[in-house]
C-alpha cells in the first residue's frame, strides 16, 4: 500500500473516530439534560401537589368554621328562629335576644368608615403611584402608611377615646346633637383610618403597573398629568382600585377592640350616626364571657355566623363588580 493511501485512511479513521466520540458527548450531554428534565419535572409535580393541598386545606378550614358556627347556633335557632335578625330588642336578663340594632350598627360604621377612606386612600395611591414613585420621601410615606396597618386596634382605641372624642362632643355641641363623644360616627372615624393603609397599598401597587406606553401616548397627544391620570391610569387601574377598597371594607366589618372602645355599647338602635351603639364584633366581645345560659351563649355565636354570612355576602358581590370592570 502506498504512503498516500496510508495517509488516508488513518485520516479516514481519524474522522470516524471523532464523529463517534462527539457522538458519544452527544449522548452523554442528552442523558444529563434528560436526568435534569426528569428531576425538574418530579419537582414541579411535588410543588404542584403541594399547592392543591394547601389550597384545600384552607377550603377545609373555612368549611369547618362555617360548621362550627351552624352546630353552636343551633340552640339559637331553633328557640328564636328568624325573628332573631330582625329583632330591636336584646335583653339576655329576660331572654329576650334581637340581632338587628348590631346588625345595623356594623353596616353603618364599615360603610361610613369605607365612605370616609376611599378618597384618601385613593389620593395616596396616586401620589406615591404617579407624583412621587421613588425617592426617600416617596419611602418615608409609603412606611409611614403600612405603619398604620400595623399599629395594634386597641391602641387606636385609646387614641380615640383621648383625642377623637372630645373632639366629637365640641362638634356634636356645635350642631346641636346630644355632647355624647362616643357613638357610631366615633367609631367610623377610628375605622376609616385603619382602614386606609390596605386600599392605598394596593392602588400604589396597580397604579404603578400601567404600561409606560399608555401614559407615553397620551402625553404625546397633548394630555395634562390629571387628564393622563383621569383618562389612562384611572380606567386601567379600576379593578385593583376597587379590590382595594373591598379589602378595606372586610377589615371594617371584622374589627373590634377599636369600635368597641368608642362606640358607646348599646344595645339600643341608633337613631342617628352620631348616637351609641353597637357592632357585632364588638357585643361578643363585650359579652361572651358573661352568658350563663345556653341560648344567650348560643344567640352570641349566631352573631358570628350572621357576621361571617354578611362578610361572605359582601366579597362575593364585590367580586362580581371586580369581574365586571375587568370584562369591560
Request: proline share 5%.
Amino acid at each position: 500500500m502506498s504512503p498516500t493511501a496510508n495517509k488516508n485512511s488513518i485520516t479516514l479513521s481519524e474522522q470516524s473516530l471523532g464523529v463517534i466520540d462527539s457522538k458519544s458527548k452527544a449522548g452523554s450531554l442528552s442523558a444529563r439534560a434528560l436526568g435534569r428534565s426528569g428531576r425538574q419535572i418530579r419537582m414541579e409535580g411535588l410543588f404542584k401537589r403541594t399547592l392543591v393541598l394547601m389550597g384545600l386545606i384552607m377550603v377545609i378550614l373555612v368549611f369547618g368554621i362555617l360548621i362550627t358556627l351552624i352546630v353552636e347556633s343551633v340552640p339559637s335557632i331553633k328557640a328564636l328562629g328568624l325573628k332573631y335578625l330582625w329583632g330591636r330588642t336584646w335583653d339576655p336578663v329576660q331572654d329576650i335576644y334581637g340581632a338587628f340594632p348590631f346588625l345595623l350598627g356594623t353596616l353603618l360604621t364599615s360603610f361610613l368608615a369605607l365612605l370616609i377612606s376611599v378618597p384618601f386612600s385613593i389620593a395616596v395611591a396616586i401620589f406615591l403611584g404617579e407624583y412621587y414613585p421613588k425617592g426617600w420621601f416617596s419611602n418615608f410615606l409609603k412606611n409611614t402608611v403600612e405603619l398604620i396597618a400595623a399599629v395594634p386596634s386597641v391602641i387606636y382605641g385609646f387614641w380615640g377615646l383621648a383625642v377623637l372624642v372630645p373632639i366629637v362632643r365640641s362638634l356634636e355641641t356645635k350642631i346641636g346633637v346630644p355632647p355624647i363623644g362616643v357613638g357610631i360616627f366615633t367609631s367610623s372615624l377610628i375605622l376609616a383610618v385603619m382602614i386606609i393603609p390596605y386600599a392605598a397599598s394596593l392602588g400604589r401597587s396597580v397604579i404603578q403597573m400601567v404600561p409606560s406606553p399608555l401614559k407615553e401616548g397620551a402625553y404625546a397627544l397633548g394630555a395634562t398629568r390629571w387628564e393622563v391620570i383621569r383618562s389612562v391610569v384611572l380606567p386601567y387601574t379600576k379593578s385593583g382600585l376597587f379590590a382595594g377598597i373591598l379589602l378595606s371594607l372586610g377589615r371594617a366589618l371584622g374589627e373590634t377592640m377599636a369600635v368597641t372602645m368608642v362606640i358607646g355599647n348599646t344595645s339600643q338602635l341608633p337613631t342617628s350616626i352620631f348616637a351609641p351603639g353597637n357592632t357585632m364584633a364588638s357585643v361578643i366581645a363585650n359579652e361572651f364571657t358573661e352568658a350563663d345560659k345556653a341560648v344567650y351563649l348560643s344567640a352570641l355565636i349566631e352573631l358570628g355566623l350572621v357576621l361571617f354570612l354578611v362578610t361572605t355576602v359582601i366579597n362575593m358581590i364585590g367580586k362580581r363588580v371586580i369581574s365586571r370592570f375587568t370584562n369591560d
